[in-house]
C-alpha cells in the first residue's frame, strides 16, 4: 500500500479473542493503513472498553446485553456508539462505516454476521472457519453473487491462498494441509482417556483461544479444516491431504498438475497470516522474527494417526458425505468441548458424542439455509441429551 492509498477500515467481529487481539496489534503497527471501525464481544466488557479506549472505533458490540449499560457508562465521555446483543452483530454487519470484515468469533455465532457482511458487498477476512464448515456451499455461492472476496486468515488456508497468488489459469492437483499434532502427537487411547482440561489447553507451537486448542488436541481442528479449504478453492475431497508436520514451519502446500509444489513458510505466529489478509493483495514490511535456516534441526512428516485420533476420521467422513453432515458434526463438536472444558466429560467421550449425533440426526442432501439452522439446534439438543448438560 502506498501512502496515497486510503485507511483501510477493519470490522473487527471478535475483537476481545486470539485472533482479534492479534489483529489489533497490526492495526496498531500500522496506523497509514488501517483504523479499527467496529470492535465487538461476547462478554469480556473489560476488555472491549479498554481497546475502544485506545482505538476510538465508530461503533462496539457487546454481545451479552446484562453488560450494555457498564459499557454504555465506561464509554460515555466518548463518541464511540454501543450496541448490544445478537441482532446487533448482523446489524452492525450491514452498516457502510467499514471496508473489510476481520470474523474472529469463535464458533457457529460466526455465521450470521459473516453472511450478513457477504451479502451487504463486504470483504472478509475469514478466521471463523465453522462458517465454512456449517455452510460453505451458502456462504461461497453469495461471494459469488455479491463479488466480495472471502480471504483467509486461518494460517493453513493463508499458505494455499499465497501458494496460489499467480496461478489462477493452473488447476490443483492437491493441496497438502500440514498439521502439527497437538499436544499428544503419538499417544494411543489408553493414555487419551486421561488426559486432563489443562493439558489439553497447553498446544506446543500456538497460542489460541480455548475451542480452537482443543480442536487440535483432537484433531478436529484440521478436520474442519479440511472442510474450509474444500469451499475456498474449490475442491473435491480426494484433493485435500493431511500431513502431520510437528514444527509446524511449512503452513501448508499446493501441488499442481505438472506435481510441481509450492509451499509457505515461517515461524507460526498467526499476525502474519491477518496481516496479509488485511493487506492483501500488499505483502506490508514488520518486525516479526524470522525464521532461520541456519538454526533448524529437521523438519519432518508423518501420517496422521486417524484410528487413535477418530474425529480427523469423523470429519473426513463428513466432507466425503456433504449436505447437512458437517453442520451437524460441527454443532456436536461445539457442545462436546464446551462439556471438555468444563470437566463434564473426558478427552475420549468427545468423538463419541459427535459420532453419535452425526448417526442421529436425518441426512439432509442439499439444505437451505434454514435447514442448516434446525440441523444444528437439533444437533446441538441431541449432543446435550447424550452429555445431560
Ligand atoms: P477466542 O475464544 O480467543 O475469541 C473468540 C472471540 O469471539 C471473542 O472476542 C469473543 O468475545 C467472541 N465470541 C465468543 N462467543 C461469541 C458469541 N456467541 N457471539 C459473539 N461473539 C462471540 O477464539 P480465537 O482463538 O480467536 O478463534 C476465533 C476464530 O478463529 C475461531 O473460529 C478459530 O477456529 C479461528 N482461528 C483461530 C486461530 C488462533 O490462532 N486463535 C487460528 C486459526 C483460526
Ligand atoms: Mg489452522
Redesign the pocket.
Known amino acids: 500500500m502506498t501512502n496515497d492509498q486510503p485507511i483501510k477500515r477493519i470490522a473487527i467481529f ?7 487481539t492479534q489483529a489489533l496489534d497490526v492495526i496498531e503497527a500500522n496506523p497509514d493503513k488501517f483504523s479499527a471501525e467496529i470492535l ?5 466488557d473489560e476488555l472491549l472498553v479498554q481497546q475502544a479506549l485506545k482505538f476510538n472505533p465508530n461503533i462496539v458490540v457487546i ?1 451479552d446485553e446484562k453488560k450494555y449499560q457498564k459499557v454504555k457508562e465506561a464509554l460515555s465521555s466518548t463518541d464511540v456508539k454501543v450496541f448490544s446483543g445478537v441482532k446487533a ?1 448482523e446489524e452492525v454487519a450491514a452498516m457502510d462505516c467499514y471496508d473489510l470484515m476481520l470474523a ?4 457457529y ?2 455465521l450470521r454476521p459473516t453472511l450478513k457482511a457477504i451479502t451487504s458487498g463486504k470483504p472478509v477476512a475469514l ?4 462458517t465454512l464448515v456449517v455452510a460453505g456451499d451458502i456462504i461461497m455461492r453469495k461471494a459469488v453473487e455479491y463479488r466480495v472476496p472471502v480471504i483467509p ?3 493453513e488456508h493463508s499458505a494455499i491462498f499465497q501458494c496460489l497468488v499467480g496461478e489462477t489459469r493452473n488447476r490443483i492437483e492437491k493441496v497438502i494441509l500440514t498439521a502439527s499434532g497437538g499436544p499428544f502427537i503419538g499417544k494411543k487411547p489408553n493414555y487419551l482417556v486421561n488426559v486432563k482440561r489443562e493439558h489439553a489447553l497447553q498446544h506446543p507451537n ?1 497460542s ?5 486448542t482443543i480442536d487440535s488436541a483432537t484433531l478436529m481442528n484440521k478436520g474442519l479444516e479440511m472442510i474450509e479449504a474444500k469451499w475456498l478453492f474449490n475442491l473435491k475431497p480426494e484433493q485435500i491431504q493431511v500431513v502431520i508436520h510437528p514444527q509446524s514451519i511449512i503452513h501448508s502446500m499446493v501441488q499442481f498438475e505438472d506435481g510441481s509444489i509450492k509451499a509457505q513458510m515461517g515461524l507460526p505466529d ?1 499476525k502474519l497470516p491477518i496481516q496479509y489478509a488485511l493487506a492483501f493483495p500488499k505483502r506490508i514490511p514488520n518486525n516479526f522474527p524470522r525464521y532461520d535456516f541456519k538454526k533448524v534441526s529437521s523438519l519432518s512428516f508423518e501420517e496422521p494417526d486417524v484410528k487413535t485420533f477418530r474425529n480427523l476420521q469423523l470429519a473426513q467422513d463428513a466432507l466425503q458425505k456433504g449436505g447437512n453432515l458437517p453442520c451437524v458434526m460441527n454443532a456436536a463438536n461445539e457442545i462436546a468441548v464446551f462439556a471438555f472444558l468444563r470437566n463434564r466429560i473426558n478427552f475420549l467421550d468427545m468423538t463419541n458424542v459427535i459420532e453419535k449425533t452425526m448417526e442421529k440426526v436425518p441426512f439432509i442432501e442439499q439444505p437451505t439455509l434454514e435447514e442448516y439452522f434446525e440441523s444444528d439446534g437439533e444437533a446441538r439438543n441431541f449432543a446435550a441429551d447424550i452429555i445431560k448438560l
Open positions: 471478535g475483537s476481545t479473542g486470539s485472533i482479534g465487538t464481544a461476547q462478554s469480556n454481545g452483530l474472529g468469533i469463535v464458533g455465532a460466526g478466521a471463523n472457519k465453522e486468515v486461518d494460517s500456538w489460541m483461544g480455548a475451542k480452537i498467526m
